[in-house]
């Protein structure tokens, strides 16, 4: 089967390894721009480009999808089907209607939860137990095709996003395996997302990153776990902003939300529902990441200041 691949991020380049060691033809890869990375704006080639090249896939990088040059490219590609992962832009009609067998998408969550942009993240700061993989056939709505294959997983208690992301990114690559086995066999069914129970998982933004004390330890440490590592979450004291990268839940002391109850070799604040989070590792202003206790043994900080909200 001749196969046209689309996506861009880390996130998708087990799929493409997985259509590459399955055998697959794939004709041509298309995914975002080159962009200026680091200090000094190196022009980078995002890491599908770079598994393409090495595989010696034609790359297209069109940075328009509505003018008729994508459309022209995927006509030289002449694809069978069209897989998209976390390509990062919007197919129009022409296009998802092009491929013999259309274009499928392997989005991160379990539709119809979490359609959109950052679904790994929303998984944790909404407090999921558990999140999956999903295949859908793609139409012109976001998120809303039908839906194919669906693979859970649970989220740890103390995972992360990057954590997260990189076992879903696995997880993808196997049923991506799964839909297109089943539809060289003639098996693959299409079941319509019930539309009623969707939620949205908008773009992360830095406006999330600060924490608000007055809330749960749970949602807190929720926030830290599903913020990392980026945007991150932040904590300000005295003035200063640290990032917050790592954190547990503990049991509550007496306090008032935002307050420190124990710092020294640990540091402990306390939470707007009176049970406490320990943080572990903290980033202050214009520093490296560090453990919570090595920051406090050349700072200390004062048992009952409290962070401001």
């Not at 076992?167 to 196997?174: F, P």
Request: net charge negative; charged share 25%.
């Amino acid at each position: 089967m001749k196969i046209v691949f689309m996506g861009t991020p880390d996130f998708a380049v087990p799929c493409l390894q997985k259509l590459i060691d399955m055998g697959h033809e794939v004709t041509g890869v298309f995914t975002q721009p080159d962009k200026p990375k680091g200090r000094h704006g190196v022009l980078t080639p995002p890491p599908v480009k770079e598994l393409a090249v090495a595989n010696g896939i034609k790359v297209y990088q069109p940075t328009k999808m509505r003018d008729g040059s994508a459309l022209e490219m995927l006509k030289e590609a002449g694809p069978d089907l069209v897989i998209v992962v976390a390509y990062g832009k919007i197919l129009p009609k022409e296009i998802l209607e092009f491929p013999k067998y259309g274009c499928i998408n392997i989005h991160a969550s379990l539709l119809p939860k979490l359609r959109g942009a950052a679904p790994i993240q929303w998984s944790i700061l909404e407090g999921y137990g558990e999140t999956g993989v999903t295949s859908m056939m793609m139409d012109e709505g976001l998120d809303t095709g039908d839906m194919l294959i669906s693979r859970a997983i649970s989220i740890g208690e103390n995972e992360n996003a990057e954590s997260l992301h990189d076992r879903l990114s696995v997880l993808g690559a196997c049923v991506l395996e799964e839909t297109i086995e089943a539809l060289e066999r003639g098996e693959l069914k299409r079941t319509p997302q019930n539309h009623a129970e969707f939620t949205y998982a908008s773009i992360l933004s830095k406006e999330l990153s600060p924490i608000d004390w007055s809330c749960s330890a749970r949602q807190i440490h929720d926030k830290i776990r599903g913020l990392y590592p980026w945007p991150s979450a932040t904590a300000k004291l005295d003035g200063k902003v640290f990032k917050i990268h790592e954190s547990v839940i503990c049991q509550g002391k007496s306090a008032c939300a935002g307050e420190i109850v124990e710092s020294g070799k640990k540091l402990t604040v306390c939470c707007g529902d009176g049970n406490c989070i320990e943080i572990l590792t903290l980033q202050p202003e214009n520093k490296k990441s560090m453990s919570a206790s090595d920051y406090l043994r050349g700072n200390p900080i004062e048992v009952g200041k409290r962070f401001e909200n």
